[in-house]
T-cell receptor, first 115, second 115 residues
């Protein structure tokens, strides 16, 4: 089954404790992206990647890191989480170039709480 | 800058009736795509319908249809014969057809279908 897999689905952590949210897709998509969703703000892009070793900042990149060492994986790293990073996070993937009309395939989301 | 605006934070509709969700957008590009995503309480992001900007014909998917007014930069979603399972957040989104392909979301409309 074609899908984007995010883990964990729920995470509660303490301020300053490094964490990684994993994302993997099995569709051979070039493009991958991370979003955060907050009430009243919709989904805002954190980082995106157009292919292996190619990453770039989205609209709200502060406090986050990403890497794209393999085409299928795109982990989101919070080096020192703070309470304002409490949010619902989505990973998404897509084909590139000429396939923009297909939109994104989303993972199931990760609910992160930083206390 | 590209923006997507959903002016109705919340709406409600009686089961079996028709409801229209509004979306306006701003872009200077001529090649772009528009989407409506549904997010039920399970929080999964589900693609409802897509529209290519170069197509004049409005897209339709079963009970879901759009009214795409390119000159007015308007992209509304009509849900006919509303069902209880249509209760969800609905997000309008814009994606350009170029290589970057980032998906830009509105802030969402929370739709409640009442029995």
């Amino acid at each position: 089954e074609a899908q984007v897999t995010q883990n964990p689905r729920y995470l509660i952590t303490v301020t300053g404790k490094k964490l990684t949210v994993t994302c993997s897709q099995n569709m051979n998509h070039e493009y991958m992206s991370w979003y955060r969703q907050d009430p009243g703000l919709g989904l805002r892009q954190i980082y995106y990647s157009m292919n292996v070793e190619v990453t770039d900042k989205g609209d709200v990149p502060e406090g986050y890191k990403v890497s794209r060492k393999e085409k299928r994986n795109f982990p989101l790293i919070l080096e020192s989480p703070s309470p304002n990073q409490t949010s619902l996070y989505f990973c998404a993937s897509s084909l590139m170039r000429g396939m923009a009309n297909y939109g994104y395939t989303f993972g199931s989301g990760t609910r992160l709480t930083v206390v | 800058a590209q923006t997507v605006t959903q002016s109705q934070p919340e709406m409600s509709v009686q089961e079996a009736e028709t409801v229209t969700l509004s979306c306006t957008y701003d872009t200077s590009e001529s090649n772009y795509y528009l989407f409506w995503y549904k997010q039920p309480p399970s929080r999964q992001m589900i693609l409802v319908i897509r529209q290519e900007a170069y197509k004049q014909q409005n897209a339709t998917e079963n009970r879901f249809s759009v009214n795409f007014q390119k000159a007015a930069k308007s992209f509304s979603l009509k849900i006919s014969d509303s069902q209880l399972g249509d209760t969800a957040m609905y997000f309008c989104a814009l994606r350009h057809g170029g290589s970057q392909g980032n998906l830009i979301f509105g802030k969402g409309t929370k739709l409640s279908v009442k029995p």
